[in-house]
């Protein structure tokens, strides 16, 4: 595995290649960082040329003081990221907030993209109009909670709104312990990216990426982040296809959720937005 830092602008970015074989970029949910996603890299390190990375504010990568930060911020931090490190498209696997990110990147450079697999954007603004509103005042009250009770009462909620369900995992997965370093990681998620999703707004018509929406089995079909894919999926022509897990099973069921990305990248599947 290598690691290295890339300055961009108001930020350094931490981030990490493992493997060999075409280029796959996973950028992660939540508070996850570079390492978030351990088990499931393992697993595709054979066939895959895997990029992870720690977005601007979390863990090894730094942040310029300013005002806050933005989705397509994040997405111009990929964009230069992959710039950076190769001139050829690559997938794209978007976990959550991360297929927001790749989201924006399809639209914005599609020519950096020959798929994007979006699983579960936590993006309100693909929603009907009155459903819309409501999460986005779901999500800036579960933000105002984090700010007045703290983590835990936060956490509590996070897992209610976006249907994260526990107790069904895979054996023999890696640790994730609340560390310092995660309670800092997730101070930054509440208090920052939870406004940028709150705030983002992206117009998709004449998009010209590979899409494929995706959906945890397991996720409750009433929580925004399941709406948010099917919704994305009906605006493609197309249905969300289901992955092993809820919300995260990247991390719940690296094996599984691994053996169901390879059916979808031999051939490589997608639908044109």
Known sequence: MSTD???????????????SGPYLLISQSGEGDADRSADLVDLLAAE?????????????????????????????????????????????????????????????????????????????WLLPAPERAGHRAELAELRGLYLRA????????????LGITGGDTEPGLTPQPMTPLRR????????????AVIEDELDLTGCRTRIVPATGVATPRTVFDHRCAVELASR???VPVEFPGGHNGNTSHPRAYAARLRELLRPEAGQDC
Request: hydrophobic share 40%.
């Open 48 to 124: 895959h040329t895997v990029i992870t990375y720690d977005r601007r504010g979390l863990s090894r990568s730094t942040i310029d003081a300013g005002p806050g930060v933005t989705v397509e911020q994040h997405a111009d931090d990929v964009h230069r990221l992959l710039a950076h490190l190769t001139d050829r498209p690559v997938v794209m696997l978007g976990q959550s907030l991360g297929a927001s990110i790749g989201l924006h990147l399809a639209v914005r450079h599609p020519e950096q993209l020959s798929l994007l697999i979006a699983h579960e954007p936590v993006s309100p």
């Open 236 to 238: 493609l022509g197309t």
């Open 184 to 195: 800092a990681n997730f101070d930054f998620f509440l208090r920052h990216d939870f406004r």
């Open 150 to 161: 703290g983590l835990p009462a936060a956490l509590k909620e996070v897992a209610r709104v």
């Open 5 to 19: 830092l890339l300055r961009v602008p108001g930020a350094r970015l931490h981030y990490e290649i493992r493997g």
